[in-house]
């Protein structure tokens, strides 16, 4: 798929969608880098511009229905269609599931889940007419490794990689591709920015003291934005393209851990009451210690 010129790409004010924006734009791609404020990427605008490279950013909130349809009026306007639609757009949602409200799970699912949905339907029929095309989703190793307090930021990104592979099968025919890209912890602003509200049921502080322990082992190790740059290459341009991308040594690392033990196995271990009995028994399934520094 070596002549894929035209790049939509959503949620890229800062982080992966933006390094993601310059590095295909570097590759003389025609990129749309999408945003719901193009004013919040002015430090990708004004890199653009530097280089002389074909980035323009692009007002596109994801949960509205009306931005999507003017967003993708303005792409044809300017090229007639889209030959790559990368879904990185997404929000996260903490909190214990005896706790998150349904309308702060219903807010995260229309950004991870349908807004990734919307996208897709704005630009299959193009792709399927013109006979070849790329989808690629951004998801999460959240959906192959869950934490205690991440459910329903978890259960939008599995229900992303579900509608996926429906959407491989559908679409194969017409040379579309379809893939997964499933980072780790990604070195990005975005831990900068991150506030866990307070727990209101404080039983569960565990849960949260644990994946604070996983990110920021997982920091120390630095995995960048270069990495999910270069999976996403790949799946667009490989002649033998994988469907899934884990990114990162931990997302690696997970994944094989995921295909190797049984259900009941990592439920068993992901349970343990004390903090070293946790750390323990994930780093023997795993094989080495994503969460202590040692």
Not at 83 to 88: A, I, S
Not at 189 to 209: C, M, S, T
Not at 238 to 256: H, K, N, Q
Request: hydrophobic share 45%.
């Amino acid at each position: 798929m070596s002549s894929i010129k035209r790049v939509l790409i959503t949620g890229c004010s800062t982080g992966i969608g933006a390094h993601l924006a310059l590095a295909m734009a570097r590759k003389g791609y025609l990129v749309f880098a999408s945003m719901r404020d193009p004013a919040a990427g002015a430090k990708l605008v004004a890199t653009s511009a530097r280089e002389g490279l074909s980035c323009e950013a692009l007002a596109l909130d994801v949960t509205q229905q009306t931005s999507v349809d003017a967003a993708m009026a303005r792409v044809f306007e300017r090229c007639g269609g889209v030959d790559v639609l990368v879904n990185n757009a997404g929000v996260g949602c903490s909190g214990p599931v005896e706790t998150v409200t349904p309308e702060a799970a219903q807010a995260t699912f229309d950004v991870n889940y349908f807004g990734a949905m919307r996208m897709i339907q704005a630009v299959v029929p193009g792709m399927r007419e013109q006979g070849s095309g790329a989808i690629i989703n951004v998801t999460s190793i959240a959906s192959r490794f869950p934490t205690g307090g991440s459910a329903h930021y978890t259960a939008s990104k599995v229900a992303l990689e579900g509608a996926s592979e429906c959407l491989a099968m559908e679409v194969a025919r017409f040379n579309i591709r379809v893939a997964l890209i499933e980072p780790g912890i990604i070195l990005t602003p975005i831990f900068g920015k991150q506030k866990i509200p307070p727990l209101p049921v404080p039983a569960y502080e565990a849960d949260y003291r644990r994946w604070g322990a996983f990110v920021q082992q997982r920091i120390r190790k630095r995995t960048f934005p270069s990495a999910v740059v270069a999976a996403v290459m790949d799946a667009i341009d490989s002649p033998t393209p994988r469907f899934r991308y884990p990114v990162g040594e931990d997302a690696e690392l997970i994944s094989a851990m995921r295909a190797s033990v049984s259900d009941v196995e990592f439920l068993s271990a992901a349970s343990g009451r004390t903090d070293d009995e946790y750390y323990d028994a994930m780093t023997q399934l795993v094989g080495t210690d994503l969460w202590r520094s040692i």
